[in-house]
Nanobody, 116 residues
Framework: QVRLVESGGGLVQPGGSLRLSCAGS????????MAWYRQGPGKQRELVAL???????TYADSVKGRFFISRDYTKDTVSLQMNSLKPEDTAVYYC??????????WGRGTQVTVST
């Protein structure tokens, strides 16, 4: 069974940091694009950051310079280091693995709340 399991969410004050992790199992994800998406209250799901199998990264403008994606190809994990968090970063964060329209997997999500 293919699974993506996120961890590391929680409550943090504005300006703080969190590190999210996603562990894949059931197959190798080394050839997949690994990404983090988020869905805030009343908002559509949006791409936060991705890393291709070749290590190329893309970030949403709203998180550039604050969030950093990394992955361990041997362990099928992807992480998201989130710094200088803002209240508008509050959302459920989802891990995604994608290798085309019929080969895409999602985790169940982890809640990140930025609040005083």
């Amino acid at each position: 069974q293919v699974r993506l399991v996120e961890s590391g969410g929680g409550l943090v004050q504005p300006g703080g940091s969190l590190r999210l992790s996603c562990a894949g199992s059931g197959r190798s994800f080394s050839s997949y694009v690994m990404a983090w998406y988020r869905q805030g209250p009343g908002k559509q799901r949006e791409l936060v950051a991705l890393m291709t199998s070749g290590g190329v990264t893309t970030y949403a403008d709203s998180v550039k310079g604050r969030f950093f994606i990394s992955r361990d190809y041997t362990k099928d994990t992807v992480s998201l280091q989130m710094n200088s968090l803002k209240p508008e970063d509050t959302a459920v964060y989802y891990c995604n693995a994608n290798r085309g329209p019929t080969l895409t997997y999602w985790g169940r999500g982890t809640q990140v709340t930025v609040s005083t």
